[in-house]
């Protein structure tokens, strides 16, 4: 059993590429060669290692079956078996034949089983201004009343609307894709994946054509060069990060660059830490990208045959070279050089994006910049060259059409995905919403607010605990709230309906990973009391509804999980996200990839092999939209650029972050999400020179006051960047989030409608005297922020939907 206490992310497992273990047994002579471990004689692939935590109490030989499922926590899609001994689940074991985790587990998994308080098992109504238990029957026919009600007055389809969490298997989202865009025909549908996966996902369109990670997870397996753009994946994506330690210890270990403003674990392994001030990302990417393209550190061939743009590139980035992008970016000329160096050197490079990227100023383009880099070096399609913009949860939102988007990574402005999926569902074209982008997360809760939102409907989301003031426009009167969950939520606390359903472990269906691997769940246990399966609720409401296609007969045809995964695969078929290959009775023996066709026995492992990408009209996800403010391009401007199948390459100025610090306000705010959770109260991290400055000591509880709000932490002294004060989270400081949520600047960006939750500017005031000092002596913290120079903004409470 793995001992996390001692050592929470278990032995280490080195390892090396084939041909650098050839390498090394050929230099060494024969006896010492013989010695050497067996781990790395191997080489490729990651060796297995397999991890297990069982309730005290329990051991393996006590365990009465395994269940396979995937993991619950993060967006990797690590593969799991829960134990399941007396009708209940008492713990979990990495999956070794596992081609995404070889058998380890993510720290986060070990509590993910573990029943929290306030678990639905009857459905509740309100009644009196409080939630009563009822039958489903009763709480059912409430709903659709509701619904009929509403779709019966003109443009009724423009008052329901649904918010949906990534917690659904790819089944649910995909049957509740078709409730609302073939039955009700809403363009009011979107979720939590707005808020963490958005910018990842227009990025990986805007460059290639249409969403879908291009690299595998074995390319870590290959790669000379690890590039690792703003997050700490040590906490965010620890499997991953175990991977790449494992490779840094084994003989031909890659070069590692880290892009973070914070020393985090994985900026003190790297061999170049880019300390970029928050808000800056452009400028530093622009400043690599200059270096590449002037020095020759490209693929000059690759770029001319399978690129669109690299002259509008070039007359962008000519104006950053390395002296003026550190200017921006307070980062040491010297370092921008040297990581340009291992760049353009690299044989095979992998790059990973996270929320200091994706949830900061210039989002999106910030993504497009990294897609650029690898472009540029023809580092795509190929063993070692992986690409990933992990956003977080939510593949399968956003792949089946419940965030936002049409199924099947269809194109809303492209006419002929339209026709397809309604002659797929067999309804009107012209119910399926199509006129402009679907509603974003952000405008469904701002038209619910108006009043023009009649049905909120909530499906394994909790969007209270993360927008501020968002309790006032649920408790409207002329708001009918729906909430799907399993426990009682503060979202479900205000709910009209609350439907209480499975839990992970509880129901069947399937999920995607971060680099497209999709992993059958089967049910272990059963749902306690009366709670059903999300896709048995979506059902009920769907024949309820009496939602019929144009012949007369049900919209929604299936009836179970696999019968909802094969009408899926239909969806799917001849799209970039082809599932047609992929059946339970597969899955059961192991994670397969996406695309996958009946002629593909385990799918495509990478994207875009031999520099063909998904850009033709008539097969891109959407026809590009100006980096700056987001305006739609449309069709005509897209073919006048020609791509026949080439990506692009996206140029973008830098723009300054709109909050900066000032003598008023001198310290910059970050919010961030801690590694695992603690039992220590919620602090504020702060450098010691500006902690000595301002007379702050460790220990002491201060007070952060921005323009907009405050909150009160203890302060700690730490390596955060001079200038910044850094709150971590660890997913239990509920309250605390709220009020750093309110301290912040809420702004979009303008491609991907993500909300930023910006960095913002702050003074300290210790609100507690130390033992033996009066009241009277404490006074607001004063002076100029020691990084003098704007900070600009980055990741902040957006981030905590990486939480568990």
């Not at 769907?542 to 012949?551: E, G, K, S, Y």
């Not at 019968?563 to 597969?586: L, N, V």
Request: proline share 8%; aromatic share 6%; with cysteine.
């Amino acid at each position: 059993m793995l001992d996390r206490i001692a050592d929470p992310r278990g032995r280490r497992t080195p390892y090396g590429p084939p041909d650098a273990v050839e390498r090394l047994a050929a230099a060494l002579p024969g006896r010492m060669r013989d010695a050497l471990p067996p781990v790395i004689r191997l080489g490729s692939p990651w060796p297995v290692r397999v991890d297990v935590f069982l309730e005290d109490g329990v051991t393996e030989d006590e365990v009465e079956r395994w269940v396979p499922a995937a993991s619950a926590a993060g967006s990797h899609g690590d593969a799991v078996d829960l134990a399941v001994r007396g009708g209940r689940v008492v713990g979990v074991r990495g999956r070794a034949g596992d081609r995404v985790n070889h058998g380890r587990l993510d720290p986060r998994e070990w509590p993910a089983w573990r029943p929290r308080p306030g678990r639905l098992t009857r459905p509740l109504v309100r009644e009196g201004g409080r939630l009563v238990e009822s039958t489903w029957d009763a709480a059912m026919d409430r709903v659709v009343t509701r619904s009929r009600r509403l779709l019966a007055a003109p443009g009724g389809w423009g008052r329901i609307a649904f918010h949906t969490g990534p917690r659904l298997f790819l089944e649910e989202h995909y049957t509740l894709a078709v409730i609302g865009k073939a039955g009700i025909g809403t363009p009011h549908m979107d979720g939590d994946t707005r808020g963490c996966a958005a910018a990842a996902a227009a990025a990986l369109a805007a460059s290639f054509g249409t969403d879908g990670q291009p690299g595998s997870y074995t390319d870590v397996d290959h790669c000379d060069a690890l590039a690792l753009w703003g997050h700490d994946c040590a906490a965010c994506h620890p499997v991953l990060w175990e991977r790449m330690l494992d490779r840094r210890l084994g003989p031909g270990p890659p070069a590692m660059i880290v892009a973070d403003p914070d020393r985090t674990p994985a900026a003190r392994e790297a061999d170049v830490h880019l300390a970029v001030r928050r808000g800056t990302n452009v400028a530093l990417l622009n400043g690599l990208l200059h270096e590449l393209l002037a020095n020759g550190w490209h693929d000059a061939a690759y770029v001319a045959a399978h690129t669109v743009g690299v002259e509008r590139l070039w007359r962008t980035v000519e104006a950053y070279p390395a002296k003026r992008a550190a200017e921006i970016c307070g980062v040491p000329v010297a370092r921008i050089e040297q990581a340009a160096e291992i760049l353009g050197a690299a044989e095979r490079l992998v790059s990973t994006v996270g929320p200091a990227f994706l949830g900061s100023n210039q989002a999106t383009a910030a993504a497009c910049q990294v897609d650029n880099l690898h472009l540029l070096l023809g580092m795509l399609g190929r063993p070692g060259a992986g690409l990933f913009q992990l956003g977080g949860p939510g593949c399968d939102a956003l792949e089946t059409g419940s965030a936002g988007d049409l199924p099947g990574l269809r194109n809303w402005a492209d006419p002929g995905h339209v026709r397809e999926l309604a002659g797929l569902w067999n309804v009107d074209p012209a119910v399926i919403p199509h006129w402009g982008p679907a509603t974003h997360a952000t405008q469904i809760l701002g038209y619910a607010e108006e009043g023009s939102v009649g049905l909120l409907w909530i499906t394994a989301s909790d969007p209270v605990s993360a927008t501020p003031g968002l309790e006032q426009v649920l408790a409207r009167e002329d708001l009918f709230v729906v909430v799907q969950d399993p426990y009682l939520t503060e979202t479900a606390r205000l709910a009209d309906v609350v439907f209480p359903v499975a839990a992970w472990g509880e129901k069947t269906g399937t999920v995607t990973g971060a680099d497209r691997t999709v992993h059958l769940c089967e049910k272990a246990v059963e749902p306690p009391g009366e709670a059903r399966a999300d896709l048995a609720v979506l059902l009920d409401y769907a024949r309820r509804m009496d939602l019929r296609d144009r012949d007369g007969l049900p919209l929604v045809g299936w009836t179970d999980a696999e019968s909802a995964f094969e009408a899926w695969k239909a969806c799917s078929g001849g799209r970039p996200c082809d599932h047609t290959g992929i059946t339970y009775d597969r899955l059961r023996s192991g994670g397969v990839q996406w695309p996958c066709t009946p002629a593909g026995s385990y799918g495509a492992e990478r994207l875009y092999a031999g520099g063909r990408f998904a850009t033709e009209p008539g097969r891109c996800q959407a026809f590009g939209a100006d980096l700056a403010t987001g305006a739609e391009y449309g069709e005509e401007r897209y073919r006048a650029d020609d791509p026949r199948g080439r990506a692009f390459l996206h140029a973008a100025d830098y723009e300054p972050s709109p909050e900066v610090a000032d003598d008023e306000h001198p310290l910059v705010l970050l919010v961030c999400r801690a590694p695992r959770r603690s039992p220590a109260p919620p602090h504020l991290e702060v450098h010691p020179g500006d902690a000595a400055a301002y007379g702050v000591e460790e220990g002491d509880l201060v007070r952060a006051e921005s323009p907009r709000g405050a909150l009160e932490a203890v302060a700690r002294l730490s390596g955060v960047r001079p200038g910044a004060v850094v709150l971590r989270l660890d997913g239990r400081s509920e309250a605390v989030a709220r009020a750093a949520a309110e301290l912040t600047l809420t702004s979009w960006d303008p491609v991907s409608r993500q909300p930023l939750r910006t960095a913002v500017a702050v003074r300290l005031v210790r609100v507690a005297p130390r033992p033996g000092e009066p009241a009277g002596a404490l006074t607001p913290v004063e002076g100029v922020c020691s990084a003098a120079a704007p900070l600009g903004h980055g990741v902040a409470v957006s981030e905590r939907y990486e939480e568990v």
